[in-house]
Structures are given as C-alpha cells and as structure tokens.
C-alpha cells in the first residue's frame, strides 16, 4: 500500500504564506506525477499544481505566480509553497500521487490523502 499524509495547513491572514507537505510511504515501486487539489465550501474539487517525478510542473490559473510546487524524491515528500494568499483560497487542500506500489499486478494507481485545511481570513 501507499499512504499520503498531508501536513502545513492553518489559519493566515489575506497576504500571508503556507508551506504544505505531503510525505508518500508504504511498499512504494515507483512514485511518479503528484499533485494538489482542494475543495472549497460549497465547490467542486479543483486542480491546483502537479508535478512530474522529473520536476516538470503545471498550475492553475489561478495560483500561477503565487504557488510553487516542488518534490523531495529521496524523502519521498512533494510541497506546496503558497504566497500571497487569498480569500478564495480557503479550502481543504488534497495530496494525489501516482504510484505503483510493490507486488502483482504491476498497475500504477492514484492515491489520496486525507487534506489539510488551510483558512484565509482577517
């Protein structure tokens, strides 16, 4: 199995700034593309970041210029680095990884994990 455990997530004030983590570990193959998504109140789940296992990165418009996403590929860790922060960027925020975990079938899965809460209010 793979778990994922995100951590980082609080309360900030509009402007401030949160580093999120994200720790994959379990009978771990291969960890290839990961990525954030959240969920605000009363929203669909939305795509914020990925990042591919050789750094290639995509984001959202909406983050572009004020989040950077990055990996950790000896500690298995990916983060999320989110500057200038919004109002709107309340919300809970997921870890996904694409990973294959040890064993047969070979068969490359996504896993989640249980999202961090992150609070943007003066």
């Known amino acids: 199995q793979v778990q994922l455990v995100e951590s980082g997530g609080g309360l900030v004030q509009p402007g401030g700034s949160l580093r999120l983590s994200c720790v994959a570990s379990?009978?771990?193959?291969?960890?290839?593309?990961m990525g954030w998504y959240r969920q605000a109140p009363g929203k669909e789940r939305e795509f914020v970041a990925r990042i591919t296992s050789v750094g290639v990165t995509n984001y959202a418009d909406s983050v572009k210029g004020r989040f950077t996403i990055s990996r950790d590929s000896a500690k298995n860790t990916m983060y999320l680095q989110m500057d200038s922060l919004k109002p709107e960027d309340t919300a809970v925020y997921y870890c996904?990884?694409?990973?294959?975990?040890?064993?047969?079938?070979?068969?490359?899965?996504?896993?989640w994990g249980q999202g961090t809460q992150v609070t943007v209010s003066s």
């Open positions: 379990g009978s771990i193959f291969s960890l290839n593309a």
């Open positions: 996904m990884a694409n990973a294959m975990a040890r064993g047969w079938p070979p068969a490359a899965l996504e896993y």
